[in-house]
């Protein structure tokens, strides 16, 4: 019998959204109704709609209210997300996913990659799983997926390779959304395929939630603010966890406090892993290696820190936080365990945030963020795997990063046709990177490219307009400019390089969106946005020229590459609330210039004279241009079929698909593969059981040179956790989670299609994971 996975997904999707339709009005009348909390993100867009909230005046520092606010009564602060209820936003013109603080608890995972493995639409890089794992979104990594923590960019080197750590720690972090699709015109044109935004309080915008409780008009109805009367305050949260399959455990120590007009912050985290256990033999093309039951060279430890404060006063705050990330880990795979290959790393990173509502006719609010990032990382291994004594440091890496933003926010005013909000923004950067390596020390091309550096400045505008309480329309704009500085090698006419020359292009990206929202019957909501993107070209596409051992390549890069084009379109409909919440999106992105690695099928060494000699190992790959087309689509849903025990039990389901293929017919190179599963969940006010089954078909769709097919797996995942308030004891804690995750139970051989390292790297096997969160 022939399978059709495309068709399977189209009709699998459809029953499920026609049998969630058809069964809400029965499954109602049933049981309870619940009014499910709504869901507060910030990333896509500079426009937030805050609710006014009226001044007591009780302190000196509180002020009048003017009469133009008194008119509209406040709406109540949104609540945080039911445990295990599926996080919808259709107030977004953007398609976002959401993974609250108490999910990412229970999913925990090293890195941003591991925790959205299995996320519709996104999927991580997995080059060395819980250490090195960059978020995919619909097939697009690296250069065009940004990465910020706080509104600014996380910085460190997992761009410019794929076995570098995202320094960014799920330990540390209150809430990760993703921005699935372009997400340039606020975040620079780097984020053309998405931006991944995590979010904590180390830069605290309010005051302890244990202070007294006051309000001012300005500020978020959520926080109380500065008055002379308030008290210093502490409040504590512990996030612990153990896991079976790498004997790894993790803990981390948050802490706030306040008083007067001043908030801080601070948290320290850690965690270590052993080499984790692995189903079966991990070389598909080499079986001569004894390896056991362990992916060889896979432990990892990392720790960080951080500190902030806040001066809070009426209408705003200004804060400041400096946070240091560490991580030492080992590179799986038969090149990285011949060579013990591992990869220290270090980052200071200093941001700056602050926020004002002035009492102003015109303006809402401006916001600011800064940040400045130090970060840098040795290669560490053994030049020759025979000689223990050859140990050392075989490449380094630094990025010295200043980023700043400004946005403002007008006051809405009304035209004859809508309700009209306007935010504009100003952003700047500089980056100074280098990769030299002391195995080559005095020669021309040392390391994988010269010092280079960049500055990039960019202006944006975003203009909603509010039609109607049911339609509501968006057009933005953004135009940036970015410098570069570096130097590429001179070829001569028979394809050697003996000399190098100074480069300085320059570019001025340019790039806009329309988007629609409406609502529709049964609390749905439909969408429609079109995009157009432009990115410039980065530095590791412009200046590389030498080995670049984590893809196994000897990139060239060209300094003649072009602006990169998106058109894109997608539509959306989506549903938050009742028994059936759903989400189901289909895009379409037509990429003009599409930069990528091509492979060449010539095999080199460690420079250019080993290029086409025998014995070599690493694929030449030439940074090109060329026409591409990327479509899919994503579904997922959450059924409540009615009470049981107490609780609710119910029913989810998800897919998802992307498709890419250059203009002459061949195939984008690692392309994640068409995604279903689903499964049943219980939960009441305490209690969340669940378990999924996602299967992933095989990709064969692939490159020509350098890429094999990869077999489809079934991840099965099941859990259980509780949830509860604390009376006062002596212990102290006054909420906790705790809970069982088992990962992998069918202990099934999964290989990831998008990893360069995928024939040689298995993800961990069956394991179990004890968490625990208190909080005092």
């Known amino acids: 019998m022939t399978s059709h996975p495309g068709r399977a997904q189209r009709l699998g999707g459809a029953s499920w959204l026609m049998l969630g339709l058809a069964a809400t009005p029965a499954i109602a009348q049933d049981k309870p109704s619940t009014e499910l909390p709504p869901v507060t993100v910030t990333a896509p867009s500079p426009i937030v709609r805050r609710a006014i909230v009226p001044a007591r005046p009780t302190t000196r520092v509180a002020r009048r209210v003017p009469a133009r606010n008194r008119e509209h009564p406040p709406e109540p602060a949104p609540a945080a997300p039911q445990q295990g209820v599926l996080p919808v ?39 060395a799983p819980g250490a090195s794992s960059r978020p995919i979104i619909r097939g697009l990594d690296v250069n065009r997926v940004g990465i910020v923590e706080n509104g600014t960019n996380a910085g460190g080197a997992s761009d410019l390779g794929e076995d ?103 948290d320290v985290y850690g965690r270590k892993t052993s080499d984790y256990s692995i189903p079966s033999y991990p070389y598909l093309f080499d079986q001569t290696r004894p390896v056991g039951g362990h992916q060889p060279n896979s432990a990892t430890q990392g720790d960080g820190a951080s500190i902030g404060g806040s001066y809070v006063f009426t209408g705003g705050f200004i804060g400041a936080s400096i946070t240091e990330n560490d991580a030492l880990y080992q590179i799986p795979g038969i090149d990285g365990a011949d060579h013990r290959t591992r990869i220290d790393a270090h980052q200071t990173k200093i941001n700056v945030k602050g926020e004002y509502r002035p009492d102003a006719a015109g303006i809402d609010t401006i916001r600011l963020w800064m940040g400045a990032t130090n970060y840098r990382h040795n290669e560490l291994g ?46 700047a950067g500089h980056q100074e990177l280098t990769a030299p390596s002391p195995d080559n020390p005095g020669t021309l091309f040392n390391g994988l490219w010269d010092s280079n550096r960049n500055y990039r400045v960019a202006g944006y505008v975003f203009n909603e307009f509010k039609f109607s309480d049911h339609t509501r329309a968006q057009i933005a704009g953004r135009i940036e400019h970015v410098e570069l500085h570096g130097s590429t090698p001179d070829f001569l006419a028979d394809g050697t390089a003996q000399t190098s020359i100074v480069r300085n292009p320059s570019f001025t990206p340019k790039s806009g969106s329309i988007g629609l929202l409406q609502d529709l019957p049964g609390g749905m909501v439909g969408s429609i946005t079109a995009q157009y993107v432009e ?85 030449q790959a030439v940074y090109s241009q060329a026409n591409a087309n990327f479509r899919g689509g994503e579904f997922q849903s959450q059924l409540d079929v009615g009470p049981f025990q107490g609780g609710i ?111 040689e790297v298995l993800l961990p096997g069956i394991g179990v994971r004890a968490f625990a969160n208190f909080k005092f």
């Open 89 to 127: 936003v259709t107030n977004q013109f953007a398609t976002v996913t959401v993974v609250p603080s108490e999910e990412i608890r229970r999913d925990g995972g090293g890195q941003l990659g591991d925790l959205l493995f299995a996320k519709p639409g996104i999927t991580g890089s997995t080059f």
């Open 164 to 266: 570098h750590f995202v320094p960014i720690d799920p330990l540390a972090t209150n809430q990760i959304e993703v921005v699935r699709g372009p997400a340039a015109l606020r975040y620079g044109s780097t984020s053309i395929g998405g931006v991944v935004s995590a979010t904590n309080n180390r830069i605290p915008d309010a005051l302890p939630t244990c202070a007294p409780s006051f309000q001012t008009y300005g500020m978020p109805a959520k926080a109380p603010l500065a008055t002379a009367e308030t008290s210093p305050c502490l409040t504590a949260e512990t996030r612990t966890s153990f896991s079976s399959v790498d004997r790894g455990v993790e803990s981390g120590l948050l802490l706030d406090t306040g008083g007067g007009n001043f908030a801080f912050h601070a």
């Open 382 to 427: 053994l030049a020759n795997p025979a000689d223990p004594a050859t140990d050392g440091v075989r490449q380094t890496f630094t990025n010295r990063e200043e980023e700043m933003r400004v946005e403002t926010q007008l006051m809405p005013f009304n035209v004859r046709f809508a309700e009209v909000t306007t935010a504009f923004g100003f952003q």
């Open 535 to 619: 990115r410039a070209p980065k530095p590791a596409e412009l200046f590389s020229r030498g080995a670049h051992d984590a893809t196994a390549t000897f990139d060239i890069g060209d300094p003649n590459l072009t602006i990169e084009t998106a058109k894109s379109v997608e539509i959306g409909l989506r549903k938050a609330t009742g028994p059936f919440r759903f989400e189901a999106t289909a895009y379409y992105t037509h990429f003009d210039n599409f930069i990528y690695r091509r492979l060449t099928g010539v095999m080199c060494g460690d420079d250019f004279a080993s290029c086409g000699t025998a014995g070599a190992e690493l694929n």
């Open 649 to 759: 039990w119910g029913i989810e389901t998800q897919g998802d698909v992307v498709r890419a293929t250059f203009t002459d017919g061949t195939n984008v190179p690692r392309i994640p593969p068409l995604r279903m599963g689903g499964g049943l969940f219980w939960r009441d006010d305490n209690w969340l059981m669940r378990v999924n089954l996602l299967h992933a078909f095989p990709q064969n769709n692939i490159a020509g040179i350098a890429e094999t097919p990869t077999p489809g797996y079934n991840l099965l995942k099941a859990e259980v956790s509780y949830k509860t308030k604390l009376e006062p004891n002596a212990f102290g804690a006054r909420e906790m989670l705790v809970g069982l995750v088992g990962n992998n139970l069918l202990n099934e051989n999964i290989r990831n299609s998008v990893s360069y390292t995928k024939d």
